[in-house]
């Protein structure tokens, strides 16, 4: 495909390829959509996370998610 970006994309997209990690603009741009999805993503989660606290909902205290956190490190360890 064909694109035409402004110069500073276009630099972008260059200094990418030179770094020898792409061959071609369109495996950059592939990444670069992909990375902006994710973080579109976290940012609904975010702003769910703050509209549920403000409908007062105050989430699970840090204390628990810890120790979840802890109980599926050592499930995981055991399991190795």
Known sequence: MTYTFPADIQTLIT???TSGRYAEADEVLRDALRA???ENEDLVAVQEAIAEWRAGDMGTPADEVFDEIRRE???KSSSE
């Open 36 to 38: 902006l999805s994710a």
């Open 73 to 75: 490190i050592n499930a």
């Open 15 to 17: 200094a990418h390829l």
